[in-house]
């Protein structure tokens, strides 16, 4: 069975920094990363990290969110600096196996206020 377990979501200070972890298990996944959704918007893509270590990220967080991953442990990291109000969001990770299916974490919260 498929797994992926979130964790690193909480409340932060505008400027603030959080780290989320998402650990992986049951397949080999090729591509992971991070979505995100706020209330009454649709979810949209934060960052993403392929296997060989080639990363995406949306232009709203360049500069300031940094993906990363440990092959070995199956697991995407999301370092988020500089928070700001407009990243308030449930995060969720997504992973691709190499068989092509797509995987959901159960979201994490984030909440950047003051």
């Known amino acids: 069975q498929v797994q992926l377990v979130e964790s690193g979501g909480g409340l932060v200070q505008p400027g603030g920094s959080l780290r989320l972890s998402c650990a992986g298990s049951?397949?080999?996944?090729?591509?992971m990363g991070w979505y995100r959704q706020a209330p009454g918007k649709e979810r949209e893509v934060v960052a993403f990290?392929?296997?060989?270590?080639?990363?995406t990220y949306a232009d709203s967080v360049k500069g300031r969110f940094t993906i990363s991953r440990d092959n070995a442990k199956k697991t995407v990291y999301l370092q988020m600096n500089s928070l700001k109000p407009e990243d308030t969001a449930v995060y969720y990770c997504?992973?691709?196996?190499?068989?092509?299916?797509?995987?959901w974490g159960q979201g994490t919260q984030v909440t950047v206020s003051s």
């Open positions: 990290v392929t296997s060989g270590g080639g990363t």
């Open positions: 997504n992973a691709m196996s190499i068989a092509g299916y797509t995987y």
């Open positions: 049951g397949s080999i996944f090729s591509a």
